[in-house]
């Protein structure tokens, strides 16, 4: 079975960092990008950036730059988000999503459970 | 950024009904817009891609339309599994620059 599996809830103070892991199964992880999406009650869907684990290129909404590092470990088919100086607007679910692979541009056919992230001082 | 703009936010059904979902945007997406399910507690699920194109698994009762900047979700009869909220998102360039819809919960 084709799953992403993402690491558990998060609290965190403002100012902090955080680190959600997402463990791809049943597909060839190198080949396939992965993106990270979050849902927040102020901002609805957003996709903060997406990597490619074969060579690591990563890429990244302008919204986000500065604040997200997106990393992959091909030995433990393991995406990761790295969220740095987290405020509370930054409270929500994230996902870990696999891009789809048809000729020209592509949709997000396998998602993650989805990290729960409260931030609060 | 492209706007993606859903309408209507919330849609009052009941089983059997067809039900319409639009969703336009800004400017040009081409045919690069999905349509997303997502249940309370759960993530999205694909349903759509390339605006007319059912996902594999997906019950053929969904279907998919677009013209210029607008695009169309229809599910045929509506079902109990059915309620739910819809989000479009296009997709149209290799960049995360992508945007979703705010969304549309059919409800009884």
């Known amino acids: 079975e084709v799953q992403l599996v993402q690491s558990g809830a998060e609290m965190k103070k403002p100012g902090e960092s955080l680190r959600i892991s997402c463990e791809a199964s049943?597909?060839?992880?190198?080949?396939?990008?992965i993106a990270w999406v979050r849902q927040t009650p102020g901002k609805g869907l957003e996709c903060l950036g997406l990597?490619?684990?074969?060579?690591?290129?990563?890429r990244y909404s302008p919204s986000f730059l500065g604040q997200v590092t997106i990393a992959a470990d091909k030995s433990v088919s393991t995406a990761y988000l790295q969220l740095d100086n987290v405020g509370a607007s930054d409270s929500g679910v994230y996902y870990c999503?696999?891009?789809?692979?048809?000729?020209?541009?592509?949709?997000?056919?396998?998602w993650g459970q989805g990290t729960l992230v409260s931030v609060s001082s | 950024d492209i706007q993606m703009t859903q309408s209507p936010s919330t849609l009052s059904a009941s089983v059997g009904d067809r039900v319409t979902i639009t969703c336009r945007a800004s400017?040009?997406?081409?045919?690069?817009l999905a349509w997303y399910q997502q249940k309370p507690g759960h993530a999205p699920k694909l349903l759509i891609y390339?605006?007319?194109n059912l996902e594999v698994g997906v019950p053929s009762r969904f279907s998919g339309y677009r013209s210029g900047t607008e695009f169309n979700l229809t599910i045929s009869s509506l079902q109990p599994d059915d309620f739910a909220t819809y989000y479009c998102?296009?997709?149209?360039?290799?960049?995360?620059?992508?945007?979703f819809g705010q969304g549309t919960k059919v409800e009884f």
């Open positions: 999503a696999r891009r789809a692979m048809r000729p020209g541009y592509n949709a997000l056919d396998i």
């Open positions: 390339k605006a007319s």
């Open positions: 990597i490619y684990p074969g060579d690591s290129d990563a």
């Open positions: 400017q040009s997406v081409n045919s690069w």
């Open positions: 998102q296009q997709y149209n360039s290799y960049s995360p620059e992508w945007t």
């Open positions: 049943g597909y060839s992880f190198n080949t396939y990008w």
